[in-house]
């Protein structure tokens, strides 16, 4: 059984990114990050992405407006965010809080400026394997692991647990694609799945994105599957400072012993979504520099 | 063995369709179908289309660029064709010449008027489960004649031959779909799919889409299945007049006996494309009246 390392894969991409950007003269590419209220979480997740923007040499602009803002006010801040030619990329934190409808305020971010992908058109391009697009990032980062652990997906099954819009579509039409790395026979299960264990224990490659912790036992995967482990959650653990440990979708402990690669959690995709974020960065700005 | 009957259900919802224009008071609904040069085969579609539309109740409005016409001269039409208030529906015949970009062309329509679904932002709303958006017309045709013939797929395995971004994709998503009817496990096989027989004998439901003639034979489908022929090949027959039959990617003979339900070539999934597209301009019609 062989681990498959995110933060040591994600730490090879921001180095490359490192020296992409170093390379470029004039204008830097630039980020804005959104962080509506100050859910915990968001506070974080932006923070993380602000110090990894600036290990590689992106600008971030961080915005902050206050929990109370309204739908139409964080329209007029993306509509200015939009036609702001010094910003390349745009995030919005997410979660939002309540009286925000989250997809109208994705689809409301300039489809060119899109870098978490979560953008309609941007969700269409991946199904048109349109490279002009952004891919979300934890797919992406999902194919990057993949990519990097030597698994070529060709004539290989894979089955994607979970039919999410963030990971578990868009992860299924990735691998899907004709093109080198991809090519897999896909199967997506979910919560009206019959007979689960006989699909997972066809998977050659297992993708489990459900977001139910130890979901996964060793009885649902096949000896010498490669196991991607999507799921960070939060346990109760006593023994832990903070009263919890994290755990994956996968019962690691039982399921690891049985398979050829498997990542952990955390230290598996995790750490993958920021490096890809970065990337995607990357890309809006040469995408907008080359018009 | 149960024929699924295409023209009797595409009857049916045109009857519903004429039902509704009829009831319309004002303006009926108008499809701008553009047919670019002379191909036989478009001739015929485009005229098929005009003849169903008529029997609705449905205005058409033909226009017919010459062959020669450059990409940029389509764009203008197209343009024209957006902007004016008085067309709802906007169906650009494939296939079109050799020095036109197909797909630039489908995402000049705008999405509103896309009722050919062709659009990759009415594709992305396909896999966010958003009604707002057109689908395509095949696979929304498909999914008529599944849930009139009583077909549930919740729970079911559904396999998809086929990973074309007209039908596979496409219908791979709206199985998937948390909705009533949908709620299947999707496998999607295609050219690089290894083993391809143990694959399509698990599935409850076979949607056959890969324009290979009789491909699909006893020996790959699961006895009581419901099977699905989205193929129309010409093969050649002397014993025609015409010099060639149509047939399915489906071995009827063989397959039918063995299946709960099945769908014939020709009379099955064809005639429910042209109801299907109605169907899209009524709604793009009532979508923009709400405006």
């Known amino acids: ?15 490359e990114l ?6 470029l003269t004039g204008r830097k590419p630039c980020l804005a990050l959104v962080r509506m209220g100050d859910d915990p979480a968001s506070v974080s997740y932006v923070r993380k992405k ?12 961080i915005i902050l407006p206050p929990a109370t803002t309204t739908q139409s006010e964080l329209f007029a801040l993306l509509d200015q965010l939009n036609a702001d030619a010094e910003v390349d990329g745009i995030l919005v934190q997410s ?3 309540k009286h925000i409808d989250e997809v109208a305020v ?4 300039a489809p060119e400026k899109d870098v978490d992908g979560f953008n309609t058109l ?67 299960c979910h919560s009206a799945t019959a007979n689960l264990p006989d699909i997972t224990r066809q998977a050659d490659v297992l993708i489990a994105a459900i977001g139910r912790p130890e979901f996964v036992t060793a009885d649902m995967v096949k000896p010498g599957a490669v196991v991607i482990d999507v799921g960070i959650n939060r346990v109760p653990d006593p023994a832990k400072k903070t009263g919890y440990r994290l755990t994956g979708d996968v019962h690691f402990p039982s399921v690891a012993p049985r398979c050829e690669k498997i990542t ?5 995709v995790g750490p993958m979504t920021v490096a890809m974020l970065m990337k995607n960065t990357l890309k809006a700005f040469h995408l907008r520099s080359a018009r």
Chains 1, 2 share one sequence.
């Open 18 to 23: 490192q020296t992409q950007v170093a390379a």
């Open 106 to 109: 994705f689809r409301r971010v």
């Open 264 to 268: 952990p959690v955390p230290g598996g």
């Open 50 to 61: 602000e110090k990894t923007a600036a290990e590689i040499g992106v600008t971030s602009r």
């Open 95 to 97: 979660p939002l809080p």
């Open 1 to 15: 059984m062989e681990l498959i390392d995110g933060n040591q894969i994600a730490a090879v991409i921001v180095a």
């Open 122 to 188: 941007n969700l269409g391009k991946v199904a048109q394997e349109d490279d002009t697009g952004f891919v979300s990032c934890t797919p992406a980062g999902i194919m990057e692991l993949l990519g990097r652990s030597g698994v070529d997906l060709k004539g290989k099954h894979v089955v994607v647990l979970g039919r999410s819009l963030i990971v578990g579509k868009p992860v299924a039409l990735l691998a899907l694609q004709k093109r080198a790395g991809a090519n897999g026979t896909v199967t997506i």
